[in-house]
């Protein structure tokens, strides 16, 4: 149901890439100063088990649009999402919204060996089916950031005239140019929708930061002195470790700060333009980074750093409507249930074709799933990445289960371990859990079509 008893409402998803959910002052880094986002989970919901079911950014986009899961929709690195695929501005759409992307897309299968993926150029008939698309393939480079696309009416800072196919570097620092952009266009919205009484919209704001080469702009990265970050515990004490690991967080805290001060200019836009209470803001990340947890850095591991991320929805309502409507905080929201979620938010039907759960009314008493599915489809075998295929789960009562193919590899109690400091896998003391939690996976693989060899147990 909708606040005040509107029928529709808007929604602006904002996402960065790498961001794991450790990595913000509400939940508990000590590091890292976020006091926009934690206003926006102090007056929302702040659902801190949620993840990314396939921790890379092409799987995990995909999933995330058109809520499917990745071996059936994107299974790895630099593949593109079936162009046939419905996603959720086709769902959108359908009722009435107006819908736009801005930032990463990373989705149309071109590879970085063919040429930067920021030169690529994603053929209109693969946007997604978003009414407004400027975006690109991928970037590594923050302030050499390219977008195109076709030049929407409201966007005021595009050197290109309205209507036209635009392929133009991003002003300055990208997070800051892409927010720009962000705003132009909630700004448009607040001014069509004093005009018509009836504008409503889904908007996607994707930027590349926190993901390395960790670079903010140099007031950011200023406030943050490597040999003073306070490194996770479960962070090796070997010199190699962790002089990587304090080096890139000292970036990366720094991204994440940038962020946080452009979620506050998100903020102010939508109050500026007459939007403010009725538009949800839903912030999270495509995935973690390790970050020399457990010796290791980057993505494509199943731990916690790589798997855990933001999911946080908030906005102009006050918490007790998020308390007595929306979402559960202690649901485990996976990548393919972000869409639905996102739809029921807005009291919009969910499609037949979406693989994902509506988490957004935990008062219907309806029946969700007791855990998340995790899956490594198609390995990337970059450095500092897991080099073989792995399929897991996340149980709501904190049960971590993973196996690598016909071999059961780690299980961690995360009440009592969140650091993930004792693996009972292969502890007999605790075979009882470990059939039921592989009784748990096994029925994931086999409800979603995936083909896994599992091992066996007598």
Not at 286 to 296: A, R, W
Request: aromatic share 10%; glycine share 10%; proline share 7%.
């Amino acid at each position: 149901m909708s606040h005040a008893g509107k029928q529709k409402d808007n929604v602006i998803w904002i996402f960065g890439d790498q961001h794991r959910a450790q990595a913000l002052g509400v939940n508990g880094d000590p590091n890292v100063h976020t006091p926009n986002i934690d206003l926006l989970a102090a007056m929302g919901r702040n659902c801190t088990r949620a993840m990314a079911g396939m921790p890379l950014c092409c799987p995990f986009r995909g999933s995330l649009l058109a809520s499917r899961y990745p071996h059936e929709c994107v299974p790895g690195h630099e593949y593109q999402m079936p162009p046939e695929l419905p996603t959720i501005a086709t769902a959108f759409r359908e009722h009435g919204y107006h819908t736009a992307y801005l930032g990463k897309w990373h989705l149309d299968g071109w590879k970085e060996k063919d040429g930067r993926a920021a030169m690529h150029i994603v053929p209109p008939e693969r946007r997604g089916g978003f009414d407004d698309w400027l975006g690109f393939e991928n970037n590594n480079a923050q302030y050499d950031s390219w977008i195109h696309g076709r030049v929407p009416e409201w966007a005021e800072s595009c050197p290109y005239p309205k209507g036209e196919e635009c392929h133009y570097r991003l002003p300055g620092y990208e997070t800051d140019a892409l927010t720009d952009l962000l705003i132009n266009f909630i700004l448009h919205a607040g001014e069509k929708s004093r005009e018509t009484g009836g504008f409503n919209f889904f908007a996607a704001l994707s930027v590349q930061p926190p993901h390395n080469p960790f670079v903010a702009p140099p007031e950011y990265m200023s406030a943050h002195n490597p040999t003073e970050i306070e490194l996770r515990k479960n962070v090796p004490d070997i010199d190699r470790v962790t002089g990587e690991a304090r080096r890139g967080l000292a970036g990366y805290y720094a991204q994440i700060e940038n962020l946080d001060w452009n979620v506050g200019r998100i903020r102010q836009a939508l109050s500026e333009a007459g939007l403010g209470e009725n538009t949800h803001l839903i912030f999270f990340s495509d995935h973690g980074e390790m970050l020399g947890s457990h010796g290791q850095f980057r993505k494509m591991s199943p731990l916690e750093e790589s798997i855990r991320i933001p999911f946080i929805v908030g906005g102009g309502y006050e918490r007790d409507i998020y308390n007595a409507y929306r979402i559960d905080e202690g649901a485990v929201i996976n990548h393919v249930d972000i869409a639905p979620t996102t739809l029921g938010l807005c009291g919009l039907p969910v499609p037949e074709w979406m693989r994902g759960t509506d988490y957004s009314d935990c008062r219907s008493g309806k029946k969700t799933p007791d855990s998340a599915f995790l899956q490594s489809v198609i390995p990337t075998l970059h450095g500092d990445s897991i080099d073989r295929s792995w399929r897991g789960v996340v149980t709501r009562d904190n049960w971590k289960y993973v196996c690598l193919e016909g071999q059961p590899w780690l299980m961690f109690n995360l009440a009592e371990d969140p650091f993930e400091q004792a693996n009972l896998a292969h502890n007999t003391r605790f075979a009882a859990k470990r059939k039921e939690l592989h009784q748990e996976l096994e029925s994931w693989i086999v409800k979603t079509g995936d083909s896994f060899e599992l091992p066996h147990f007598a």
